[in-house]
């Protein structure tokens, strides 16, 4: 950040870094440092993918190719970042693109909010919990079936079929049906490896989990 913008950039308690267009962290603020547990050096000319926990990298690469070949002018999105003692949190991403004077992409500049931390790195997290209609309509979006297809697959009226599929966006923190797929896999409510998808039975939840 040059100019006017350094001493917001530097005193924001909003958490922000700017990413270039081969995905390196180019700068990032005292926030963003603090929430990551690095140091701006540290951080300097990393690929960004390289602070998401397993399973992320591949749910956002093509959000950020996007991004990096002018397709994308910004995006929204939750996702984990491993923080330097191993720990894991959870936020949401909003990345926005800045412009050459030639149009092209200059870089990526990513703000964090609703942040959560601690949550588990390894083992399965406790995942939404799906009604078993909810479970088949999401299953028929990661095989790529239409509204239209779900709708008569599963007897059900369109109207039925696009109430399933908000609420299913609201679960899984999916900003659109496109996302869908993506956010169940992360989430590990497919099991790995099997085509067409199949369901896990859900991870119970732990005592004091919150619903």
């Known amino acids: 950040m040059k100019g006017r913008y350094q001493v917001y950039f530097e005193r924001a308690r909003i958490p922000i870094a700017a990413v270039d267009g081969l995905g390196r962290i180019r700068e990032s603020n005292p926030a963003f440092c603090s929430v990551v547990a690095r140091t701006a050096e540290e951080l300097d000319?990393?690929?960004?993918?390289?602070?998401?926990?397993?399973?992320?990298?591949?749910?956002q690469r093509p959000y950020w190719r996007m991004l990096a070949l002018g397709r994308l002018d910004s995006y929204q999105t939750r996702l984990r970042l491993v923080r330097r003692n191993g720990t894991v949190i959870r936020a949401r991403v909003s990345a926005s693109v800045e412009h050459r004077a030639d149009g092209l992409p200059w870089r990526a500049v990513a703000v964090l909010d609703e942040i959560?931390?601690?949550?588990?790195?390894?083992?399965?997290?406790?995942?939404?919990?799906?009604?078993?209609?909810?479970?088949?309509?999401?299953?028929?979006?990661?095989?790529?079936?239409?509204?239209a297809q779900i709708a008569r697959r599963l007897y059900l009226t369109r109207q039925a079929v696009d109430y399933h599929l908000a609420r299913l966006r609201a679960k899984l923190g999916a900003d659109?049906?496109?996302?869908?797929?993506?956010?169940?896999?992360?989430?590990?409510?497919?099991?790995?490896?099997?085509?067409?998808?199949?369901?896990?039975?859900?991870?119970?939840?732990?005592?004091?989990?919150?619903?």
């Open 176 to 211: 659109s049906r496109s996302a869908l797929a993506g956010r169940a896999f992360v989430l590990g409510l497919f099991v790995p490896g099997v085509w067409p998808p199949a369901l896990h039975p859900p991870v119970p939840r732990r005592p004091g989990d919150s619903g």
């Open 116 to 147: 959560s931390w601690p949550v588990p790195l390894h083992g399965p997290e406790p995942g939404p919990v799906l009604g078993q209609v909810q479970g088949e309509v999401l299953r028929l979006v990661a095989v790529g079936a239409s509204n």
């Open 45 to 59: 000319h990393v690929l960004a993918e390289e602070l998401l926990a397993p399973g992320e990298i591949e749910a």
